[in-house]
């Protein structure tokens, strides 16, 4: 079975600072790795994912993620963000071969980027 | 359409009804998903769809929870005799086959059971 823990449950940052959100996951098999995104009243929006190859992934917004697979980790960056980065952010795993859609989420990190 | 449609956006239903939502995958995504969203539980894998049939419903929290899809597309979540702790924003995804392809959210459907 996997899991997926999100050490922080809210990050406050001001604008154009950097952040970093950490995602850890446990497997015991191969697994792809996500951060989505949600919106205030919205559904959830694909940032990222890793499925192989280069262990840094750039996203869409300017976000990038960094898969470490010794320190089963997962985390979550960007050099500046902004206002409109306010958001909840998931980490997920979903096990490999197998559907994308069936995805193990972290409790998700909620982003308050103060002006 | 463009997106993963899903209705009602609300529902405010009272303990004990039955009450059925509604998702509208991407046209040609033969796989679809359902998520609960809840306080203190965050994102619950429910169920999934390949086509018509549903090999994983291990996530279903009870048997007052079922799921249908019809004709490949659309697919209807009942929930029987609600209780409060039903109340979550439920979600739903599509994505184009099973295995190695990117699932796409709908925007939910907020229930409240009161």
């Known amino acids: 079975a996997q899991s997926v823990t999100q050490l922080d449950s809210q990050v406050p940052v001001f604008e154009e600072a950097p952040v970093e959100l950490r995602c850890n996951y446990s497997s015991s098999v191969s697994v792809y790795l996500f951060w989505y995104v949600q919106y205030p009243n919205q559904g959830l929006q694909l940032l990222l994912k890793?499925?192989?190859?280069?262990?840094l992934v750039k996203g869409i917004n300017g976000f990038e993620a960094e898969f470490n697979k010794s320190q089963t980790s997962f985390h979550l960056r960007k050099p500046s963000v902004h206002i409109s980065d306010t958001a909840e952010y998931f980490c997920a795993v979903s096990e490999v071969g197998r559907s994308q859609g069936n995805l193990i989420f972290g409790k998700g990190t909620k982003l308050s980027v103060k002006p | 359409g463009a997106g993963v449609s899903q209705s009602p956006s609300n529902k405010v239903t009272e303990k004990g009804k039955d009450v059925e939502l509604r998702c509208d995958p991407i046209s040609g995504h033969t796989a679809l998903y359902w998520y609960r969203q809840s306080l203190g539980q965050g994102l619950e894998f429910l169920i999934y769809?390949?086509?018509?049939?549903?090999?994983?419903k291990s996530g279903l929290p009870s048997d007052r929870f079922s799921a249908e899809r019809t004709g490949g597309s659309v697919s209807t979540l009942t929930i029987q005799r609600t209780q409060q702790e039903d109340s979550a924003v439920y979600l739903c995804a599509s994505s184009l086959v099973v295995a190695n392809t990117e699932a796409f959210f709908g925007q939910g459907t907020r229930l409240t059971v009161v």
């Open positions: 769809f390949q086509g018509n049939s549903a090999p994983d």
């Open positions: 890793y499925l192989s190859g280069s262990t």
